[in-house]
């Protein structure tokens, strides 16, 4: 009970959403009946299944093995660097950000067992890579998956008007990449031999594949009851080491944007900033997403803006940035575990954030 009930007595980040979440009630107009209708339950299954899941393989002992053969791959840290970018990239476009950073980030982690890396640094690029990469596509992420349905486009369509600043976003991203890290010898640290679970992989990456196509077929939240009783059979130790308190913390993040819209003020500006030149529009959704998270920032939006390019292309930028800008970003930093990665992660992701605003207006006027 102690080891469960330990992330919630210390997540500060959460005990802040509550306080925020507690301040909002006692100033907007709300009915209780409303606030479970403010959460998606599907993120929140979506992120139940993989956080069980990745810690499964995680616990495995798989992903040391996996790592230290990435190490024995390339010889230098730029190389690695640029490799597991690419990758986290790559896999967003159709797994989704969030799917891409529970599959990287753990791998990502058994690379400070073994050698002098930066591991660290590499989580924020693979953070900044997913945001990237996940823009191209409708599928993504959330924010892309609900402006596709909205707007009526064909998956080609969608993806050929996100393309230009996908492309310069990821090739900068890239280029800051080949800076930030050295084209130095990674330096192996001696480790004993690995000694892994093949029985718990394979289970794992069976109720992986049986988790994946269970949210295509949108029977997600009844996939999670065998997932958990196979644990929970086999390897309870997994469930117990599960940072449970990240879904609290989303929960607490939807709500307390439910009740932050329903401001009457807001609800005023908003009508009032909808009504500039499509420069201010990029400019609201870009900086609304700094403050709500670019999801919910959509959400918003397209009660007064149509689900168009301008929108699209704002939003997705908007996940750069704050920590908030994307969910996604909350996801990798937590996944780090170590608290100076949440300063250091901006000092890369405001100037990407700039970067990308100022290449996407100068993209969309000249396109456009």
């Known amino acids: 009970m102690a080891t469960l009930l330990k992330p919630f007595l210390h997540d500060r980040f959460l005990h802040l959403l509550l306080l925020l979440g507690l301040l909002l009630a006692c100033i907007v107009p709300f009915q209780w009946r409303d606030l479970p209708a403010a959460v998606d339950w599907h993120t929140i299954v979506t992120?139940?299944?993989?956080?069980?899941?990745?810690?499964?393989?995680?616990?495995?002992?798989?992903?040391?093995?996996?790592?230290?053969?990435?190490?024995?791959?390339?010889?230098?840290e730029r190389a690695l660097a640029l490799f597991m970018v690419c990758g986290a990239a790559l896999l967003s476009t159709f797994l989704t950000n969030d799917v891409a950073l529970f599959i990287l980030v753990p791998l990502t982690l058994t690379l400070r067992q073994a050698t002098t890396l930066p591991v660290m640094r590499l989580i924020i690029f693979e953070a900044l890579a997913v945001n990237a990469g996940s823009m191209l596509t409708p599928i993504g992420?959330?924010?892309?998956?609900?402006?596709?349905?909205t707007s009526g486009a064909s998956?080609?369509?969608?993806?050929?008007?996100?393309?230009?600043?996908?492309?310069?976003?990821?090739?900068?991203?890239?280029?800051?990449?080949?800076?930030?890290?050295?084209?130095?010898?990674?330096?192996?640290?001696?480790?004993?031999?690995?000694?892994?679970?093949?029985?718990?992989?394979?289970?794992?990456?069976?109720?992986y594949l049986l988790f994946i196509v269970a949210l295509e077929l949108k029977l997600a939240a009844w996939a999670l009851l065998p997932i958990f009783a196979a644990y929970l059979l086999m390897a309870r130790r997994v469930l117990l080491q599960i940072d449970w308190s990240l879904l609290v913390v989303f929960i607490?993040?939807?709500?307390?944007?439910?009740?932050?819209?329903?401001?009457?003020?807001?609800q005023q500006g908003m009508q009032m900033l909808t009504q500039t030149g499509e420069g201010g529009r990029f400019l609201l959704a870009a900086g609304l997403s700094q403050v709500i998270s670019?999801?919910?920032?959509?959400?918003?939006?397209?009660?007064?803006?149509?689900?168009?390019?301008?929108?699209?292309?704002?939003?997705?930028?908007?996940?750069?940035g704050l920590?908030?800008?994307?969910?996604?970003?909350?996801?990798?930093?937590?996944?780090?575990?170590?608290?100076?990665?949440?300063?250091?992660?901006?000092?890369f992701s405001i100037p990407m954030l700039l970067w990308a605003m100022l290449c996407g207006w100068l993209l969309w006027l000249l396109l456009h």
Not at 323 to 347: K, T
């Open 155 to 207: 998956f080609g369509a969608f993806v050929w008007q996100m393309l230009p600043p996908a492309a310069v976003i990821l090739l900068s991203l890239l280029l800051l990449t080949g800076f930030a890290f050295r084209a130095k010898p990674i330096q192996q640290q001696t480790q004993p031999p690995v000694s892994w679970r093949r029985s718990l992989l394979w289970l794992s990456v069976a109720l």
């Open 141 to 149: 992420n959330p924010q892309n998956i609900l402006l596709w349905g």
């Open 47 to 76: 992120l139940c299944g993989l956080l069980m899941l990745t810690r499964g393989i995680e616990s495995s002992g798989y992903f040391e093995v996996l790592g230290r053969k990435l190490i024995r791959r390339f010889r230098h």
């Open 252 to 266: 607490a993040m939807f709500i307390d944007v439910h009740l932050l819209t329903r401001l009457p003020a807001l």
């Open 294 to 320: 670019n999801v919910p920032a959509t959400i918003l939006l397209l009660q007064f803006l149509p689900a168009n390019a301008l929108l699209a292309w704002a939003v997705n930028i908007g996940g750069f």
């Open 323 to 347: 920590l908030p800008g994307s969910l996604a970003n909350l996801i990798a930093l937590r996944m780090a575990q170590d608290r100076r990665i949440w300063w250091q992660f901006h000092l």
